[in-house]
């Protein structure tokens, strides 16, 4: 069976002339990066190749990494945009009661009662709380608060989130 890739990164420039980069990560508070798990480039034009790292260290909001034949400014220059993606398999194990939010994507939305409401498309974070975006069965998108007053309960591993109701959304 074929590894599943997670982006969790993303180059946003060159750090440098030796070829450093500096990276926008997607969960900030994550250590995966510095443990040099395999790494997959999916670059902006959608092509994909292995990579690896060689080195990390943080900085402010951001990394600064360098990948093995990365050794100067151009080639660094070339990477802007690309993503960075490890397998699901490295990352670290849950605890009872939590998910990943990649553990979600296309798990079925449904309300207590079992009615269908769509599938989690992906994740949106504002400052005040996380939301998984639904695509609805009927067409549309709908944003749901990954919060208590909305969210019922969440199966991972059966890819089912059940809601507690949809007054108030739209």
């Known amino acids: 069976m074929e590894r599943r890739y997670i982006p969790v990164a993303e180059i946003a420039r060159p750090h440098g002339v030796q070829g450093e980069l500096r990276l926008k990560i997607y969960n900030e508070g994550s250590d995966l990066l510095a443990r040099r798990p395999p790494l997959r480039l999916r670059m902006p034009d959608g092509s994909e190749r292995d990579a690896r790292l060689e080195s990390c260290r943080p900085v402010n909001k951001a990394l600064l990494v360098r ?31 939590e998910f ?61 989130v059940e809601i507690v109701t949809l007054e108030g959304l739209s």
Request: charged share 25%; with cysteine; proline share 4%.
């Open 67 to 97: 990948l093995a034949g990365v050794t100067d400014r151009d080639a660094a220059e070339a990477l802007r945009g690309a993503v960075l993606c490890v397998p699901r398999d490295a990352f670290a194990p849950l605890e009872e009661g």
């Open 100 to 160: 990943y939010a990649c553990d979600l994507e296309g798990a079925r939305v449904v309300t207590a009662s079992g009615e269908l409401i769509g599938r989690v498309q992906g994740l949106q974070s504002y400052p005040t709380c996380d939301a998984i975006v639904v695509a609805r069965e009927g067409g549309g998108t709908l944003e749901i608060p990954l919060t208590e007053s909305y969210i019922a309960a969440v199966d991972a591993e059966q890819q089912t």
